[in-house]
């Protein structure tokens, strides 16, 4: 059989129960666009034996008459995430040759529902990046193409990007620590969501900023969003943040009835020198949600531009403390030592060769801003403008705004090198529209809702109120409805 | 809080424990000065009475009975190590 690839999972659960086709075949047509697309450089280490056998056991269960809802789909993963036996190494040269001895909590939770693995996905190096270019793998690639240029499937989680647009896994795992998820499934047409901090654990999953990151899935459709959201979420007591709420089903909530919802539009995300095509889909967007019976109200956020410059304060902050462990002691690179070379000298050279120069630059920020006489002029502040930041959402909440129309990014996908003389900053602001929901801790999805001029997905953020992962999803299925965005990339590769 | 001279880049980089090699110094402070002049905007901000924030989800953090729950995995702990020698992780000597 062909072209299974392209399934939903919606569709691929439901044909696997109707036996319309095995476990076994969907994994093959996936493995077999893996190795036709090993020019969008997605997924970095296959692993086509842990698939065959997890196909396997769950066309058993399917047989049995158990299948939980991820029975027999095969995905892609994160290489953040932490795979036992399979190298985990976060794009990063520091951490070659890793192969965890535990699994993380959401893989665990995911084989436990039957959930297949194709292999691990391309990502920049510990997520830090917005472009895949910091990755130790080389870029990932965007299956869309308008031209010779190969463009940028986003990132961090590009790699999942491209593999999801492309139809190498049905759907596949990202993080998202200042858009990670959003950015990049807003350049390649896809869903992503990132879940509300708590929501998912990150036990297991290489950290980058504590207080920032989350897991969530990146897929085809909404509907894809909900079920996988729902096998990913829940309580886990070896992530202490992780929120003992239960999960409800997601997928139920996705009815596309959202009259009376209010949805507010922020007056501050209309920034100045945005393109007009931006501007005119968010344009597009607001009016197919007031068609759909939504009540649009125009709000203020009023510390929105404040929140980038909190976020590099706070981000590299923690990453710098975070990835202190990478010392070349218990895991990893270990740098060749001189003759007379201390302890220090084989840290120093350790990092210098481990660590790529993006994430090198945000150690060495995070140092300066949490070193003696700077901590409160630029730690501090940034988090007390990071709780004027949450409290803008907070009021806009209490006044009865149920969720929150922006665009996703500030442009389509751009070129691959196109940025590398750009100064760090500039890159920086991609994530303009999607770091005030890290910030603030809330529920952020992206949804492809037209092309620009040149024929490049372009996509819309929707945010929720803390919790609310089913009426978000709910708004953003009767986005994706009426914005009808079917298009896909034409195979080039 | 102004730009971030070599001498300070130099120390920055010891502190993070990653050499720099001293001719890609100046470079680094240049770059290193333009985040933090991005960051400065963040003083256009009242911040009066405002707590840093500590916790983004108002959450109490779960406690648990104090008793050892994981061990006995030597062989898994070191598994990884780039050297690892009689059950103890492996260093180059430490001399003070």
């Given amino acids: 059989m062909s072209g299974l690839n392209t399934l939903t999972l919606a569709e691929a659960r439901d044909g696997l129960r109707a036996r319309d086709f095995t476990a076994v075949e969907l994994t093959e047509a996936c493995l077999g666009a893996i190795d036709a697309g090993r020019a969008l450089n997605a997924v970095v280490h296959a692993t086509p034996d842990i698939a065959r056998a997890q196909a396997i056991a769950a066309d058993a269960r399917i047989a049995g008459g158990d299948a939980p809802a991820m029975c027999g789909l095969p995905l892609g993963i994160k290489d953040l995430f932490c795979t036992k036996g399979v190298p985990s190494q976060a794009a990063s040269n520091i951490l070659r040759g890793f192969k965890p001895e535990y699994e993380s909590t959401v893989t665990a939770k995911l084989f436990g529902a039957g959930a297949v693995m194709l292999g691990k996905l391309n990502m920049d190096e510990f997520a830090m990046g917005s472009s895949n270019e910091t990755s130790c793998y080389g870029n990932a690639v965007n299956p869309w193409k308008v031209d010779d240029r190969l463009l940028t499937p986003g990132g961090s989680s590009g790699g999942s990007a491209a593999a999801v647009a492309a139809d190498l896994c049905l759907a596949a795992t990202g993080t998202d620590t200042g858009g990670s998820i959003r950015q990049p499934a807003a350049l390649t047409g896809i869903v992503g969501i990132k879940p509300t901090y708590g929501r998912v654990s990150r036990w297991g999953i290489v950290a980058f900023a504590s207080s920032l990151d989350q897991a969530g899935p990146m897929t085809k459709t909404v509907r894809d969003a909900a079920i996988f959201l729902g096998a990913m979420a829940g309580h886990d007591p070896q992530d202490s943040t992780s929120a003992d709420i239960p999960v409800p089903d997601f997928e139920a909530m996705c009815t596309g009835d959202i009259r009376g919802r209010v949805i507010g539009i922020p007056r501050e995300y209309r920034m100045e020198g945005m393109p007009a095509e931006i501007d005119a889909l968010w344009d597009k967007g607001v009016a197919m949600l007031r068609d759909a019976g939504a009540v649009i109200r125009d709000i203020s956020l009023p510390h929105t531009k404040y929140a980038l410059p909190a976020y590099y304060v706070i981000a590299p902050a923690e990453a710098s403390s975070n990835l202190a462990r990478y010392d070349g002691v218990r895991f990893g690179h270990r740098a060749k030592l001189a003759q007379g070379d201390g302890i220090t000298d084989m840290y120093e050279k350790t990092r210098a060769e481990g660590f790529g120069a993006e994430v090198q630059r945000r150690i060495m920020v995070g140092t300066y801003v949490l070193s003696a006489g700077f901590y409160d002029a630029y730690y501090n502040r940034a988090r007390r403008v990071r709780a004027l930041i949450k409290r803008d959402f907070d009021l806009a909440f209490a006044d009865g705004v149920d969720a929150i129309l922006t665009p996703a990014t500030p442009s389509a996908a751009f070129g691959l090198g196109e940025m590398a003389s750009a100064d760090p900053v500039e890159m920086y602001l991609n994530d303009v529209f999607t770091v005030t929901v890290n910030l603030a801790g809330l529920p952020g999805i992206s949804v492809p809702a037209g092309l620009d001029a040149q024929g490049l997905p372009l996509g819309l953020q929707l945010i929720g109120r803390p919790w609310d992962e089913g009426g978000l999803l709910n708004v953003a299925y009767a986005l994706e409805r009426a914005a009808g965005f079917v298009a896909k990339p034409a195979q080039w590769w | ?96």
């Fill in chain 2, 1 to 96: 809080m102004s730009g971030i001279d070599i001498d300070t880049a130099r120390k920055v980089a010891h502190l993070a424990r990653i050499r720099v090699a001293p001719e890609a110094l100046p470079k680094l402070a240049e770059q290193l000065s333009g985040i933090l002049a991005f960051m400065e905007q963040l003083n256009a901000v009242d911040v009066t009475g405002v707590e840093p924030m500590t916790s983004v989800t108002p959450m109490r953090l779960k406690r648990r009975a104090d008793v050892v729950t994981d061990g006995d995995r030597q062989a898994a702990v070191l598994a990884n190590a780039p050297d690892a020698r009689e059950g103890f992780f492996a260093v180059p000597k430490v001399v003070e």
